[in-house]
C-alpha cells in the first residue's frame, strides 16, 4: 500500500493567493483527517469526514478555510485567501472505521505551507 | 478536543540509556496511542492502547494504558541514534472519533 498520499510537499506563495492542497487516504478507509501543525500550538485537527461527508468541522480557523471529499479517495483543504499566520505543515490521515482495535490514524508526510 | 499534558517537553540522553515520557488527560479515555514524529514526515504509530492498564510492548518500546484511563506513559529502553525524534501521545474519549494529541515530546541522543 502506498500509504497516505499528500501534494504538494513544499508550498511557498503570497498573501492573498489561494491555495489548494490535496490528500488520497489509504484505499479502504472510510475516514479521513484533516489536522494542521505549528510550534505554538501542535497538532490540530481541522476537520474530518466518514465516507465523503464532513462530521466535525469545528476546528476549521475561519471561512478562508474550506475542504471538500468528492470521493472516497480525493480530498482538498483549500484556503482562500491565504494569510502569512496560516503558515504551517498540514498532515492528512485516514483509518478504517472505529471499531474495536481500530481507530489508528495513518498520516501522510505533510504539505508544508509558508505564505509570505 | 481534550486536553492533554504531556511531559517532559524535551530531553537529551546518553546512547543507553533508558526514557521515560508521560502523558495526562483531564477526561477518561478509551484510547491511547503513540507516535513518532522524524523530521519531515508525518507521526508514525508506535504502540496502541484499548483497556486500563494494559501493558504492550513494540521492541525496545513499551507503552501502558493507566489505570484511571486518564494516562499513559511510554518507555524507550537502551536508546539508540535512531530513537532521535518527537514522541507525541494521543487519545480519544467513548464515543468521539477525534484524536487529541499532546505536544510532544523532543528525544536527542548524545552518542
Known amino acids: 500500500d502506498a500509504g497516505v498520499i499528500q501534494s504538494p510537499r513544499h508550498e511557498v506563495t503570497e498573501m492573498g493567493q489561494e491555495v489548494t492542497l490535496r490528500c488520497k487516504p489509504i484505499?479502504?478507509?472510510?475516514?479521513l483527517f484533516w489536522y494542521r501543525q505549528t510550534m505554538m500550538r501542535g497538532l490540530e485537527l481541522l476537520i474530518y469526514f466518514n465516507n465523503n461527508v464532513p462530521i466535525d468541522d469545528s476546528g476549521m480557523p475561519e471561512d478562508r478555510f474550506s475542504a471538500k471529499m468528492p470521493n472516497a479517495s480525493f480530498s482538498t483543504l483549500k484556503i482562500q485567501p491565504s494569510e502569512p499566520r496560516d503558515s504551517a505543515v498540514y498532515f492528512c490521515?485516514?483509518?478504517?472505521?472505529?471499531?474495536?482495535?481500530?481507530?489508528?490514524?495513518?498520516f501522510g508526510a505533510g504539505s508544508r505551507l509558508t505564505v509570505l | 478536543g481534550q486536553q492533554l499534558n504531556q511531559s517532559p517537553q524535551s530531553m537529551f540522553i546518553q546512547e543507553g540509556e533508558d526514557v521515560s515520557m508521560n502523558c495526562t488527560s483531564s477526561s477518561i479515555f478509551n484510547t491511547w496511542l503513540w507516535y513518532k514524529q522524524d523530521p519531515g514526515e508525518g507521526p508514525v504509530l508506535l504502540i496502541a492502547?484499548?483497556?486500563?492498564?494494559e501493558l504492550t510492548s513494540n521492541g525496545r518500546l513499551t507503552a501502558q494504558f493507566g489505570i484511571t484511563r486518564k494516562d499513559s506513559f511510554l518507555n524507550i529502553s537502551a536508546s539508540i541514534p535512531s530513537d532521535v525524534g518527537i514522541y507525541f501521545c494521543a487519545g480519544r474519549t467513548y464515543n468521539d472519533y477525534k484524536l487529541s494529541f499532546g505536544a510532544g515530546t523532543t528525544v536527542t541522543v548524545r552518542a
Open positions: 492502547l484499548y483497556k486500563a492498564g
Open positions: 484505499s479502504g478507509h472510510d475516514y
Open positions: 490521515a485516514s483509518t478504517r472505521g472505529y471499531t474495536s482495535g481500530a481507530n489508528v490514524l495513518t
